[in-house]
């Protein structure tokens, strides 16, 4: 999987890409083909916002489905915590539908005499 992050109007921690290429890198438990994954941080000058000021949108492109994830915070890692939640959970119910599950009715089955 190859994680491509742009900052825009951001300074990113040191460590940030390296905690980014763990928890995406964590997602190839599940059986969902992800070819790129695309971070994209952004951060709102505006001082109102604060809570709010850092964004975090993830999208993944690839053979499997589009995913699209984002959530704001106080600062980028908390955004990131956030967004990684939601997108692992569709990653998850993508898993989930692609199981085989076989329901066999009792009346089905033979009966052992």
Known sequence: M???VHARQAQLAEDF????DEKLNSMNRFSVTIDRVEVEIIHEANPRQGKFSHRVI???HG???LLRAQAAAFND???????????ELQ???IHEREKEIVHDSVRKKAVSE
């Open 2 to 4: 190859k994680i491509v």
């Open 17 to 20: 890409k390296i905690i980014v």
């Open 58 to 60: 993830l999208t993944s």
């Open 63 to 65: 053979a499997g489905p």
């Open 77 to 87: 890692l908390a955004a990131f915590d956030l967004a990684i939640k939601n997108f």
């Open 91 to 93: 990653i998850r119910k």
